[in-house]
């Protein structure tokens, strides 16, 4: 089976404008969550979804937000960009809510300037 | 005070050393995890643990419930080993992160 993939692996934007990050998760697997990861704080938790529907959501401002597909397919999209959303975003799946074991992408840098 | 704690914070060995690396949580969980990111960023997941004790390889996990804690042994440590360790737990249906361990392991 192919793994978690996330498109594009590298992005650069400017303050303002807004970015929309791809993540396709294993096949079969139904349940998607997103990760941001900075050097000041680490890991932190974004949001999951599970058939087309947002289960779970981190403390993130509503700047943030995500979608789901029929095919499980995820998007996250970050509007009105800030210095402080450069960051590595990283997507993860699993086969449903109750499987807690996740599968990581490789992740999309994005720099914001 | 963070929900999850890694300890050490930094970690650096000699080839063939054993090395332990700390985990305390204070929430409950429904499985810990142990992760290891290489440079580059990819996350690979080691372990999914909820009780006792697991064993791949060179790399052994342990949890103990009642006091909150876990621990990730690496024997005959290796330079390729070399890597940031995270732990994180599944409480709810969302993983919280401890802070990692950066291993670094001399040849």
């Known amino acids: 089976k192919a793994g978690v993939t996330q498109t594009p692996r590298y992005l650069i934007k400017t303050r303002g404008q807004q970015v929309t990050l791809s993540c396709s998760p294993i096949?079969?697997?139904?349940?998607v969550s997103w990760y941001q990861q900075t050097p000041g704080q680490g890991l932190q938790f974004l949001f999951e979804?599970?058939?087309?529907?947002?289960?779970n959501k981190g403390n993130f401002p509503g700047r943030f937000s995500g979608r789901q597909f029929s095919n499980s397919r995820s998007e996250m999209n970050v509007s009105t960009l800030e210095l402080g959303d450069s960051a590595l975003y990283l997507c993860?799946?699993?086969?449903?809510?109750?499987?807690?074991?996740?599968?990581f992408g490789p992740g999309t840098r994005l720099t914001v300037t | 005070k963070n929900e999850v704690e890694q300890s050490p914070q930094n970690l650096t060995a000699q080839e063939g050393e054993f090395i332990t690396i700390n985990c305390s949580y204070s929430?409950?969980?429904?499985?810990l995890h142990w992760l290891q990111q290489h440079p580059g960023g990819g996350i690979v997941s080691l372990f999914m643990l909820s009780s006792g004790k697991k064993k791949h390889g060179r790399l052994i996990a342990t949890i103990n419930i009642q006091e909150k804690h876990s621990s990730l042994h690496i024997t005959a440590s290796h330079p390729r080993d070399s890597a940031v360790y995270i732990c994180a737990v599944t409480s709810g249906s969302r993983l919280t992160f401890g802070e990692g361990t950066q291993l670094t392991v001399n040849p």
């Open positions: 979804y599970f058939s087309e529907t947002q289960r």
């Open positions: 993860a799946s699993s086969p449903s809510t109750r499987d807690y074991e996740q599968y």
């Open positions: 929430v409950g969980i429904s499985a």
């Open positions: 096949s079969g697997h139904r349940s």
